[in-house]
């Protein structure tokens, strides 16, 4: 070819002699062969480059990795980058070029090709500097270091509202073929990161289009870990007007942390022993505090089933009972019970002919009854209603609290109704009451009105219940019943089912009397008294006040209306007092209006968040609410639901331990779950607005266990929870009880910073538990571990 070529030249000049003709036809040759030797070596050094470039085959070959950038173990200059995403999207406003939609042909051909190559020469794939591919690879590893599959949670994640096509297409193939068009812009991504690319090939990197043509912010569809305008739902603002943290403020504030967790008394490695407590499997330690209760000058006011928190919180482990099962799945738990798991006889003796349990062979069974619904809950609730059509179960009232709930039955059947109960009785006044309603898959904790307001915010309640509960509303000036009066939203309903009612013992008479006089003089209107006549009960229901105009004409103050200066909605560990808040004036205030009916008060901005008020994230309060909604329905959809492996059929009782607006658990509304949503008492109160949306939920300091028995959840979430805790308590005592609290096989999913998710991996590990999910991106980072079936042998050897 060269020589042909070279004649044809050499034919177009003048003749000349022979040996001037053989003088350049010899040099044209030679200068045709070096160009031919250039061009060879050009192409050898090319197809080297491609192969590197295009590592993602060997990559593809661990299910579903997602090119984020640099991991927890990136050079400083990589993390560096990373932080410029997460927190900046003004910088990603410019022009998008056309060109990567002009290469997506060759790059597919070129995707082909390597692949073959990358297998047949796996050393060609050492060229690429070790450094570079470690920052750009996931870390999706469980217990044996192997993905399984899960990358799956956080790349679906990440397509954040990407049409259903996109989704589709950005499913890894784990077959090691050719990998799909969202995988391809990710190889993009990593040639320019390892320093491979040209000019042309960036702006594909710095920014992405989607199909419709828009594009996105700085990839602001990932809800692992949002960057730019979604890193607000990660981290709530320090400053009152709206805007991010700086990098500055958030590197202060690590520091910090690793600086007090150094002299929290943290550790790396871990020794951990079985809990030496008289309650045994039972072992709750602010209600098992045997030291303290000793030490109570007087219990004539349930002090001792009040909470007393060990001074140390307790860093042990509470032992199984011995044959515990798996718990049966919802609904049929509601109908009966593993008897190895609550191996407790005392209360079907007790209370087995009122039809609240009974045992038989393997199980305990509950028929459904109670005190004062011996022939079921259900007919009990529907009378309820017919005897008030107004009070509307599952559309006006949705959140009911039930005192002295027994087994809790009627939160049980509630559901039936759509309406969420919150029970709660002492521990020990009737042998494991709540325990069995927890194992049963419903709704309680352990609690007693006795000194202190009960953990809730004010005005929050639709309905209260007390089927009797033993509770002696009359006496002390009616201190606890102003406290139930405190939690009843205004216009709301209490329903009283006692012999008081329907009975004409001395006794009772003089109760009736006692109670008639105290809700007149509270305002409250009995709307209904009726009979049971299948159960043979009676109860009244009685409304709360929607304004203060009854207030303002009684003829005495008493109950007297409590000081401007009492916040009712203190409620962490404050005192009692026999006296009644006003209610709320003006249409803006919380409690002016009754919520939207359900379901949907759910999705209901609350109508007294406005613009004027800075949220939690540093947004308006009414945007801040809804950014945060539309936030956890992306992540529960796409990663929780669908990418962790959870067999979601096998959970029902959840807690969110550190919940903002309710948002993860509104998202999970399509599951057969309840959620407590946890407001710890150092976050910003926004309890009120759960309740709003028709969901419940606590206050509580997790520094101090929960009131909960042992093994009663079967999923625990914590949204940067325990970074925030390190400051205050010991990690290991919190993970302790995390480990009490969640029932064997039991999953915690925690987003939080990445040194934090080390230190929690760390603990898991050193209990045998299943790290199912593990995955970091500069300095943030997600968990998902499973809780083992069984103690570790050297704990069964100390005991």
Not at 15 to 43: E, H, I, Q, Y
Not at 263 to 288: E, H, M, V
Request: negative net charge.
């Amino acid at each position: 070819m060269a020589f042909g070529r070279g004649g044809k030249m050499d034919g177009r000049r003048p003749s000349s002699s022979s040996s001037s003709f053989c003088t350049t036809t010899t040099v044209v040759v030679f200068v045709a062969l070096c160009l031919v030797g250039a061009w060879m070596m050009t192409s050898s050094t090319v197809f080297p480059l491609e192969i590197s470039s295009n590592k993602k085959p060997v990559v593809n070959q661990q299910p579903a990795p997602v090119s984020f950038g640099a991991s927890e173990d990136s050079s400083s200059g990589n993390v560096g980058e990373s932080s410029g995403k997460f927190e900046d999207t003004d910088n990603n406003d410019n022009t998008v070029p056309e060109e990567p939609n002009n290469k997506e042909a060759p790059e597919e051909e070129k995707f082909t090709e390597n692949t073959e190559k990358s297998e047949e020469k796996p050393e060609e794939k050492e060229q690429e500097p070790p450094k570079e591919r470690e920052d750009t690879k996931d870390t999706f590893a469980d217990a044996n270091g192997k993905s399984e599959g899960r990358s799956d949670a956080v790349k679906n994640e990440d397509d954040g509202d990407n049409s259903e096509e996109k989704k589709d297409d950005e499913i890894t193939n784990e077959s090691g073929d050719e990998k799909p068009d969202g995988e391809r812009k990710d190889d993009q991504d990593e040639k320019s990161e390892s320093g491979d690319a040209t000019k042309e090939e960036q702006p594909q990197i710095e920014e992405k289009v989607e199909e419709n043509g828009e594009k996105e912010q700085n990839s602001n569809s990932n809800e692992v870990f949002p960057d730019g305008a979604q890193s607000e739902l990660l981290k709530e603002s320090n400053t009152q007007n709206g805007s991010f943290p700086t990098q500055a403020a958030e590197s202060k504030n690590e520091k910090e942390v690793q600086a007090s967790s150094k002299t929290s008394g943290d550790q790396t490695s871990y020794s951990w022993k079985l809990c030496n407590s008289s309650a045994s499997t039972d072992y709750i330690p602010c209600l098992d505090n045997e030291k303290a209760i000793k030490k109570l000058r007087t219990t004539k006011h349930y002090e001792h089933r009040e909470r007393h928190c060990p001074e140390e919180p307790p860093t042990c482990l509470v032992p199984l009972p011995e044959g515990y099962k798996r718990p049966i799945e919802w609904p049929k738990s509601r109908d009966k019970v593993w008897y190895s798991n609550v191996p407790h006889t005392k209360l079907a003796e007790y209370k087995g002919h009122q039809n609240w349990v009974k045992v038989s062979g393997d199980y305990l069974l509950f028929p459904g009854g109670g005190t004062q619904f011996k022939n079921g809950a259900l007919h009990y609730i529907d009378t309820i209603q017919q005897a008030l059509p107004d009070i509307a179960w599952g559309k006006r009232s949705r959140v009911i609290l039930d005192v002295g709930c027994g087994v809790a039955s009627f939160g049980g059947y509630m559901f039936d109704r759509d309406a969420l109960t919150m029970s709660f009785a002492p521990k020990d006044e009737h042998e494991a009451q709540v325990q069995f309603a927890l194992e049963r898959g419903i709704p309680a904790i352990s609690a007693v009105m006795g000194t202190k307001r009960l953990p809730y915010p004010s005005r929050v309640f639709d309905v209260i219940h007390c089927a009797r509960c033993r509770v002696p509303w009359h006496i002390e000036g009616g201190m606890l019943l102003l406290e139930l009066n405190r939690l009843l939203r205004p216009g709301g309903y209490f329903v009283w089912s006692a012999t008081p009612v329907y009975q004409k013992l001395a006794e009772d008479v003089e109760i009736w009397n006692a109670m008639s006089a105290l809700t007149k003089s509270m305002c409250w209107k009995m709307v209904s008294k009726t009979k049971d006549k299948l159960n043979q009960v009676g109860m009244a229901i009685y409304q709360k006040p929607m304004d203060n105009s009854c207030y303002d004409k009684r003829s005495e103050n008493s109950p007297p209306l409590c000081k401007d200066s009492d916040d009712a909605n203190a409620a962490w560990k404050v005192p009692l007092e026999a006296c009644m808040h006003k209610l709320p004036v003006g249409s803006t205030v919380r409690g002016a209006k009754w919520p939207e009916s359900w379901p949907q008060r759910l999705e209901k901005t609350p109508f007294w968040l406005n613009g004027s008020q800075v949220g939690v994230y540093g947004k308006p309060a009414n945007e801040d609410f809804e950014a945060d909604n539309a936030h956890w329905k992306r992540v529960v959809s796409k990663s929780y639901v669908n990418g962790m492996g959870i067999d979601w059929s096998k959970v029902r009782n959840v807690m969110d331990m550190r919940a903002v607006y309710g948002g993860f658990a509104a998202a999970l509304r399509d599951q057969k779950v309840w959620v407590m949503n946890i407001v710890p008492i150092d976050s910003p109160d926004t309890l009120p607005i759960i309740y709003e949306r028709g969901l419940f939920g606590m206050y509580h300091d997790w520094c101090e266990s929960f009131s909960t028995y042992p093994r009663t959840y079967d999923l625990l979430h914590a949204d940067h929870l325990f970074s925030k805790l390190k400051k205050r308590c010991k990690l290991m005592a919190v993970f302790a009880e995390v480990d009490r609290v969640l029932r064997p096989q039991g999953k915690l999913i925690v987003r939080d910073t990445a040194d934090t998710i080390n230190d929690l991996e760390s603990m898991a590990k050193s209990l045998q538990w299943e790290v199912r999910m593990t995955y970091t991106k500069g300095k943030e980072g997600l968990l998902c571990v499973e809780k083992s079936m069984w103690r570790p042998k050297e704990l069964e050897a100390s005991t």
